[in-house]
């Protein structure tokens, strides 16, 4: 389905105050187009020469006065009914981009910056709603307007009326040419805003790395060569623009009067057909009327093509597969973990982890060590399921987790990562997320259990104390601590720290330390660490290398062997004591 008919569906959905706009609309064209003929009646019935009768005359006025208000009131009420049905449509629109984000696999927002994504929902959503707002209303007075006049130019000399209907296939002609250009720079020019948006979010993240490295000017001059070539097809579009609008239809206005001069004056020579003045009047007051919503259609071109290029870009983002949220609920797990020869590649046939069987029974706690690049971390994506196996199987008390849905089966775990993110809101609002199912005794309890009240009881409005974007006015620990409390809260039969303690300072690390030993009582629990001395209490220790388990045990079984583990922590050991 072309763009243009999807967005053509969409304003369906909402047809009833758009159809009563355009109602009103055309009630409004018909009661301006009825003025001239009023005029052309006072001249031609009650102004003749010798002869002006002034009482009809005045009660014609008053009634061209009176059509005239109702076209003011038509109009505002075509416009309101208009921008309602236009801002609903656009309302639905971006409700349905930003909900079927939701629903997109993990690995959708790993290949497309944060950036691009926020430009699909704000500024092409914004493009669109022109389209609506002013596109739609505008072609719509237009034609209507159009039509209304040549029906008056027929009534009045169809001959010339005619002539007149060769504007249409010319305009025609000149947008199918238009568009052939500016569907190309429009292209280019949203995806540049895209680049711009993704490139501005990305520098605000990494504001510390580039002011610390002092790459301030590299960042700037990136920044000027994306906006540079923004502004290049800018300027073809506004040479494309400047040569469609006014120019175009000036041309034709100046063709059309001097048919129309030469017709006319040709008859009145000839004396074939006398024409009236009031014909006259009325006939270039019509023509008048007849450029002014073409001019208002060619200048709507530009906008036009702006919002067709941002709604396919809307569109592309709506095909994507996503998967529905699902809402089933299921009780709480065991959370008995086993995989079983599980391979995964990211990419084709490029293995990151290898036919790996380990198991983790209820209570137990599971340690993964290994260097940058072992396949840590995609084990607990597929735990997580944020990617299924490429090959073999993962099972929770036995059922296979592809056969449950994922939010399902994440109802019933929790995850700490090493840089936690944090929304706006306050500190209670971070452990709950607003959750209705837990309560602020809930949330203070969980607080409670990570020691949070030694790192956070200063702070002035204790667990209501504001928290802006990411948490940056709180330290590493604090942010730690509040995200540690979040995963506690939801009671998870799963409990994964991926590199939970990696920032934290020695004080936290222990007050985090003590609170595990309480809390992992009846859940497993996955550990990744790079600090091995956080994991001497693991009851299992996974040691990886490029996707392989080439080691497991516990802590001082793996000291025994003297392998890859024991090598790793000797020279922690060595770094600590220097």
């Given amino acids: 389905m072309s763009t243009g008919k999807r967005l053509t569906k969409y304003a369906m959905y909402y047809k009833g105050p758009i159809f009563l706009g355009l109602i009103f609309l055309t009630a409004a064209v018909f009661t301006e187009l009825a003025g001239p003929f009023i005029a052309k009646y006072i001249i031609d019935e009650h102004m003749t020469i010798g002869k002006i009768e002034m009482e009809p005359i005045a009660w014609l006025l008053?009634?061209?006065?009176?059509?005239a208000i109702a076209t003011a009131v038509l109009r505002y009420f075509m416009y309101i009914y208009l921008q309602i049905g236009a801002n609903r449509v656009v309302q639905k629109l971006r409700k349905d981009v930003f909900g079927h984000i939701q629903t997109l696999p993990i690995q959708y927002f790993d290949h497309l910056p944060a950036g691009k994504i926020v430009a699909r929902v704000t500024n092409d959503t914004e493009a669109v709603r022109n389209l609506y707002v002013q596109v739609l209303s505008n072609f719509a007075t237009s034609f209507i307007s159009i039509a209304g006049?040549?029906?008056a130019l027929f009534i009045l000399n169809w001959k010339m009326a005619l002539i007149a209907l060769v504007m249409i296939p010319i305009v025609?002609?000149?947008?199918?040419?238009y568009r052939k250009f500016a569907s190309k720079y429009?292209?280019?020019?949203?995806?540049?805003?895209?680049d711009i948006n993704a490139m501005i979010n990305e520098s605000i993240q990494g504001m510390t790395i580039i002011q610390a490295f002092r790459r301030e000017k590299q960042m700037t001059n990136e920044f000027d060569e994306?906006?540079?070539e923004h502004y290049a097809y800018g300027r073809k579009l506004l040479f494309l623009d400047s040569a469609t609008s006014f120019n175009l239809v000036n041309t034709l206005r100046l063709i059309m009067f001097t048919i129309f001069i030469i017709y006319f004056g040709t008859q009145s020579l000839t004396a074939v057909e006398?024409?009236?003045?009031?014909?006259?009047?009325?006939?270039?007051?019509y023509l008048t009327k007849l450029f002014n919503p073409i001019t208002n259609v060619v200048n709507q071109f530009s906008q036009l093509e702006r919002s067709l290029v941002a709604g396919k870009r809307v569109f592309e983002v709506l095909d994507l597969t996503g998967e529905k949220v699902s809402q089933e609920t299921m009780p709480r797990y065991a959370g008995n973990v086993m995989f079983e020869d599980v391979s995964f590649a990211y990419k084709d046939e490029e293995y990151v982890l290898k036919n790996l069987s380990f198991e983790a029974k209820r209570g137990e706690t599971v340690a993964l060590v290994g260097h940058t690049g072992s396949g840590k971390s995609s084990i607990m994506n597929l735990?997580?399921?944020?990617?299924?196996?490429?090959?073999?199987?993962?099972?929770?008390?036995?059922?296979?987790?592809?056969?449950?849905?994922?939010?399902?089966?994440?109802?019933?775990?929790?995850?700490?990562?090493?840089d936690p993110y944090l929304f706006t809101g306050t500190i209670a609002s971070n452990v709950s997320l607003n959750?209705?199912?837990?309560?602020?005794?809930?949330?203070?309890?969980?607080?409670?259990?990570?020691?949070?009240e030694r790192v956070l009881g200063h702070l002035e409005k204790g667990i209501d104390e504001p928290v802006i974007e990411k948490g940056s006015t709180l330290s590493s620990g604090q942010r730690q601590l509040i995200s540690f409390a979040r995963a506690l809260a939801f009671d998870p039969a799963i409990l994964i720290l991926d590199e939970a303690t990696s920032n934290i300072d020695t004080e936290t690390e222990e007050i985090i330390q003590h609170a595990m030993d309480v809390l992992k009582k009846g859940r497993t629990t996955f550990i990744i660490a790079h600090r091995l001395s956080t994991i001497k209490n693991a009851d299992r220790i996974l040691v990886l290398d490029r996707g392989i388990i080439k080691e497991q045990g516990t802590h001082d079984e793996l000291l025994a062997e003297g392998g890859i583990y024991n090598q790793m922590y000797q020279m922690q050991a060595k770094s600590l004591q220097v």
């Fill in 383 to 418: 735990l997580f399921r944020f990617y299924d196996p490429s090959k073999g199987k993962i099972y929770i008390d036995g059922a296979d987790v592809t056969a449950i849905p994922r939010q399902t089966i994440r109802q019933h775990m929790g995850i700490v990562l090493q």
């Fill in 172 to 177: 025609y002609l000149w947008m199918i040419l």
């Fill in 149 to 151: 006049v040549y029906i």
């Fill in 226 to 228: 994306m906006n540079e």
């Fill in 62 to 67: 008053c009634l061209y006065l009176i059509l």
């Fill in 435 to 452: 959750d209705p199912r837990i309560t602020r005794k809930k949330v203070e309890e969980a607080l409670k259990a990570v020691g949070a």
């Fill in 186 to 194: 429009n292209e280019v020019i949203r995806t540049k805003i895209a």
């Fill in 274 to 285: 006398l024409v009236s003045a009031g014909t006259l009047y009325a006939f270039v007051d």
